[in-house]
């Protein structure tokens, strides 16, 4: 039973470029949540997506956009990049709520030259 | 406003010393999970325990053991005999409930080394 697969592992980008990462859930999760954990520090919330739609949202500028398919799967976008989004980029996946704990997977490691 | 607080930033140790990671935290919420996490250097976060703000029952996992005290607002993680494989970041989490749904706030974490 796979996990959460995160792709890609690792990404290198120039500053004002936009980046998407991509996010599988777990089997049988439907509500992904997305993290930011800069250097440090410890996993900040960005948004989480349930049905297709966004759900609740950190505080995070208007950059950062997602999606979420029908097959549970999302994509994380962020425009405008700038040096300090560089961070490793978490998934995690739950059933409904998350109130019984997320599954988080590897994360994309994302570096702004 | 919710935060969770992992003052030891780094602790080393020798393998089979015992150790406690600190964790406290603060929220307005009087339903609340709380949980820990373990992060090795492949990034995963792992998930190792999930605690109900009304349940204050001490928990022992093996070597792993939670002590949790509603009147402290912490929830200190002890590792028994420690192994080389626990070198680790260790993140202490808060849940918080808003619209219908949870997101964590994670402590800065603590990173345990410890040595052969």
């Known amino acids: 039973d796979a996990g959460v697969t995160q792709s890609p592992t690792h990404l290198i980008k120039t500053r004002g470029q936009q980046v998407t990462l991509r996010c599988s859930p777990k089997?049988?999760?439907?509500?992904v949540s997305w993290y930011q954990q800069a250097l440090g520090q410890g996993p900040q919330f960005i948004f989480q997506y349930y049905e297709e739609e966004e759900r609740q949202r950190g505080n995070f500028p208007d950059r950062f956009s997602g999606h979420q398919f029908p097959n549970y799967s999302s994509e994380l976008n962020v425009n405008a990049l700038l040096l300090g989004d560089s961070a490793l980029y978490l998934c995690a996946s739950s059933s409904g709520t998350g109130a019984h704990g997320y599954t988080f997977g590897s994360g994309t490691r994302l570096t702004v030259v | 406003a919710q935060k969770v607080t992992q003052a030891q930033t780094e602790i080393s140790v020798v393998e089979k010393e015992d150790v406690t990671l600190d964790c406290v935290y603060e929220t307005r919420d009087t339903t609340y999970y709380l949980f820990w996490y373990k992060q090795p250097p492949s990034g995963e976060l792992v998930f190792l325990i999930r605690?109900?703000?009304?349940?204050?029952q001490n928990e022992i996992s093996g070597r792993y053991s939670w002590n949790f005290q509603k009147s402290t607002s912490s929830f200190n993680f002890t590792i028994t005999a420690s192994q080389v494989v626990d070198s680790a970041v260790y993140f202490c989490?808060?849940?918080?409930?808003?619209?219908?749904?949870?997101?964590?706030?994670f402590g800065t974490g603590t990173r345990l080394k410890v040595l052969a």
């Open positions: 605690r109900n703000s009304f349940d204050e």
């Open positions: 089997s049988g999760h439907d509500t």
């Open positions: 989490a808060l849940s918080e409930h808003t619209s219908g749904t949870y997101k964590y706030i």
